[in-house]
């Protein structure tokens, strides 16, 4: 078990640009989440796979966001046109096939954009 | 829709203190889960436990236990003999089984707990 790994841990950039994370579930995990935490708040929910298939996506999700998990392995998460309140950590987690199931967390993105 | 409120947004105890972290949960569902996770300042989410709703047994682990209390929506975590290493914040979060928010976890927004020596 090697834990959920995201990537990159920092990013910084101008607004109006694109950027991408990466998220790697553990491997066996047919479940993968997106989540976005700021300051002081809890981590809230953007969107989720079950293996390749998107099932939910948050109402917080606006166009400029869009997430994939092609083959049903890693995800990514890309916003376009960065605005300065999407500044977040941005954190990834994988469970296995139930609701049961506690998340597994990865130590996040840290977008911050100027 | 799924809530879940945590009241207290920072306590500070001395080291060997108890110490009780609230939550209260609302959901139309029959059947959830509710968990609770720790994020060290490392940043990190660690899940702690889970409890399911059929499941009001309380449980002591170690120095930690769970007040679990269907009737007013609580599940409250209660660390005894705190540590400076139990210093992080801790999250309270509900999972529902059978509406269309199945699937996913809603999470309070956390209490900061520092334990100081």
């Known amino acids: 078990d090697t834990g959920v790994s995201q990537n990159p841990r920092h990013k910084i950039t101008k607004r109006g640009q694109n950027v991408t994370f990466r998220c790697d579930p553990i491997s066996e995990h047919n479940r993968l989440y997106w989540y976005r935490q700021t300051l002081g708040q809890g981590p809230e929910f953007l969107t989720y796979f079950q293996n390749e298939a998107q099932l939910e996506k948050s109402r917080l999700l606006s166009d400029r966001f869009s997430a994939e998990r092609p083959k049903g392995s890693f995800s990514t998460l890309e916003i376009q046109r960065t605005e300065q309140g999407d500044s977040a950590m941005y954190l990834c987690?994988?469970?296995?096939?139930?609701?049961?199931?506690?998340?597994?967390f990865g130590n996040g993105t840290r977008l911050t954009v100027t | 829709a799924q809530k879940v409120t945590q009241a207290q947004t920072e306590i500070s105890v001395v080291e060997k203190e108890d110490v009780t972290l609230d939550c209260v949960y609302e959901?139309?569902?029959?059947?959830?889960?509710l968990f609770w996770y720790k994020q060290p300042p490392s940043g990190e989410l660690v899940f702690l436990i889970r409890?399911?709703?059929?499941?009001?047994q309380n449980e002591i682990s170690g120095r930690y236990s769970w007040n679990f209390q269907k009737s007013t929506s609580s599940f409250n975590f209660t660390i005894t003999a705190s540590q400076v290493v139990d210093s992080a914040v801790y999250f309270c979060?509900?999972?529902?089984?059978?509406?269309?928010?199945?699937?996913?976890?809603?999470f309070g927004d956390g209490t900061t707990l520092t334990v100081k020596p």
């Open positions: 987690a994988s469970s296995p096939l139930t609701t049961a199931s506690p998340l597994h």
């Open positions: 959901t139309r569902d029959t059947t959830y889960y």
């Open positions: 979060a509900l999972s529902e089984v059978h509406n269309t928010n199945a699937g996913k976890s809603t």
């Open positions: 409890r399911n709703s059929f499941d009001e």
